[in-house]
């Protein structure tokens, strides 16, 4: 390994449960020797991932993602190997120094437009041209600590100081690209002027956007925020999310609001594990990062008609992936940041007592109906039942039957012939699975490897027998077999993962190789078997390269040559 060496890497593995840290970030539960949980690498609501505690791994029978404690919590919190293994030694008890790299992030020209124009933004706010916008921001609770920590800055009132700093350093291609400058027949003019300016960041923390905001003038727009860019797509980032994660997973729970302002009023109180959609219908992409991020999800969007659709759009893209959320519904029409202006830390309270998904809705499906009089009372039932059958969990959708029953006098009995009775879910087990024809020779390599990663016998056996691998992907795989029993003097799958550091095309033919399920008992004649076809494979190859570079051949002496080649092949596949 180029920090720790592998004999290091197994222990601080050995040193921690792969169910106990699994569990941490999704529910387990135990069957048989293996635990099961909905996997969160997919989009899937049924409980298709398997932890074996006893070989450390854990593996989706649906979208096949497989590995040890490290390569979870790489995927799970999107971070490096040595990361990962640094935090499950932590966790272990551990004290290791390891050197981690920053991720390799995709760098390109607009995210220096916007660092740039950050540094800008920021300067003027810290000048005396700012004293008119702090005061502002102050009068409105923002403190400059918290103008510091979401690096708010601010536009001037010149309509092209941006635009001439950005013209001396990049191209105008770029510049234009990025959304924050405009061209006419006067020449270039800044986007923004006058301005309070909210950066917007993408998952790691770059600026990507801007939000800017009138503080000191007439506006028709409030706010005005960066056009949609190659590097800035609403649908695909959360606000917040970079400084949210780590303490959402530290306390189980994400708060999510409609915009940045609700997230940046949360701040001013300490609650920080606070995300926000900006305005925008939550999409599948940012469901699925919300559901990675904490186990209980709560939604606190803005406290009017149009704050509840959105509750109930999200609530359903959430129920949609396997996901139930809770709700904070604020009174008054008010926003978050509204609310925490006037209650201030009272809304913690409300963070601890938030209602269930189910209880919101009903209490929205009520709004404008009379249930005193039959037709809105049989709308009610009818669109309740709607909501319902979106419910896996099934004490939930026990809980939510007995209230309509409690609230309408209808019987328990007709609801229930009303609901669609979810059906038990079902473990698609590797072995399931539709069958991919392979041909005999693939199979003999895969079979191969898949003994080779059981018993240092075949490892040898292919050591002293086979000169080459076909295909490719298994070719890398034994040569990593290899290296490790060189290295180590002994093979195990979890090892073995840890050894390539979750390599994902490594981990992947690891998988395929897993999926052929054969016995581990074999003979020395079944190897055998397997080698010799992966030999015949080689030399009818071999075969018909030569002979095409015979037919290629224009010197009768070459030719002849070649044709000696083909001929003493063909006896040695004979001999195979």
Known sequence: MAFLSQEKITEIRNSVDIVEIISNYITLTPRGRNYFGVCPFHDDNHPSLSVNREKKIYKCFSCGATGTVFKFIMDYENIS????????????????????????????????????????????????????????LANRGITDDIIKEFQIGLALNTKDKLAKLLLKKFDEKDIMESGLVNKNAYGYLDLFYERIMFPLYDLDGNVVAYSGRIYNREDNSKYFNTRETSIFKKGELLYNYHRAKDVARQKNQIIIMEGFMDVIRAYTIGVKNVIATMGTAVTKTQALLIKKMAKEIILCFDGDEAGAKATMACADILLNIGVTPKVIRLEDNMDPDEYIKKYGKEFEDRIKNPISV????????????????????????NEAIKEINKIDDDILRELTIKKVVQETGITEELILSKVTMKEPAVIKMGNDKPKVKIDKYEKAERNLIYYMLRSPEVIKMYNAKVTYMPTKEYRLLAREIKMFYSENGFINEADLIDYVECDDDLVKTINKVEEANLNDNYSLEEIEDYIRVIKDHNIKNEINRLTKQMQEEVSPTKKALIAQKIIDLKKECNNV
């Open 358 to 381: 189910m209880d919101f809705k009903l209490s929205y499906l009520k709004t404008g109906k009379n249930l005193s009089n039959p037709t809105d009372e049989a709308k009610y039932i």
């Open 81 to 136: 190997f040595m990361e990962a293994v640094k935090k499950v030694a932590d966790i272990g008890g551990m004290h290791v120094d390891v050197k981690t790299t920053p991720k390799v992030q995709i760098h390109n020209k607009l995210h220096d437009i916007y660092d740039l124009s950050l540094k800008f933004y920021i300067n003027n706010i810290n000048t005396a041209a700012g004293k008119e916008a702090r005061t502002y």
